[in-house]
């Protein structure tokens, strides 16, 4: 279904959030590398339908619609996600684990309606999730931020940061490494 939103969209509004649901049971309870690929996958297509290559007849609008359904659970996906790359658990995910957070910001920044309210939702979802994520980093505030801005700009450095993020929570690299990330530098 995930690869066909069309059909999500043109069906009641309540299989988003059952597919979005068990998408993160699975992010909450799966640790095999590939069925959570699958799942990180669909929570990209959810975000960011125009990432498949679809026939759409409707101009868009059953993706701004199933964009809108997802975004019900924002907070929930974007802590899940986080947190599987917190635990450890994402080390070998870290590009999936990209894809997946830089789907959910661009799905919000790109949104066709996108007035400034659905991009500080996200924003919000970030800010509150890191810390819960990440208790041990000090600088939250400037990590989320920064994670928000290069997703924006769909910066290859998000990659990067998520990665440093990663050795940080392995406990191989210290919060100062992400200094790098600053708006300044």
């Known amino acids: 279904l995930v ?32 069925p959570l690929r699958a799942v990180l996958r669909a929570v990209q297509g959810l975000f960011l339908p125009t990432s498949f290559k ?49 789907a959910v910001i661009t799905g919000c920044h790109t949104h066709r309606g996108c007035d400034s309210s659905l991009m500080a939702e996200c924003r919000s979802w970030f800010h509150s999730a890191l810390p819960a994520a990440f208790p041990r980093i000090i ?6 931020s920064a994670l928000m801005r290069l997703g924006e700009r769909r910066d290859r450095r998000l ?19 992400l200094l790098a990330y600053d708006e300044d530098t």
């Open 3 to 34: 690869f066909a939103p069309h059909l999500l969209t043109s069906s009641t509004s309540g299989v988003v959030s059952q597919v979005l649901g068990l998408a993160c049971v699975c992010l909450q309870q799966c640790r095999e590398r590939e």
């Open 54 to 102: 679809t026939q759409r007849s409707d101009g868009g609008k059953g993706e701004e619609e199933l964009l809108l359904q997802s975004c019900r659970q924002g907070s929930q996906v974007v802590f899940l996600l986080l947190a599987l790359l917190a635990c450890g658990g994402g080390e070998l995910l870290v590009p999936n684990l990209a894809d997946s957070l830089q």
């Open 139 to 144: 600088q939250c505030e400037r990590v989320a």
């Open 159 to 177: 990659r990067s940061l998520v990665q440093d993020l990663a050795k940080i929570a392995a406990g191989e690299l210290t919060e100062d490494s």
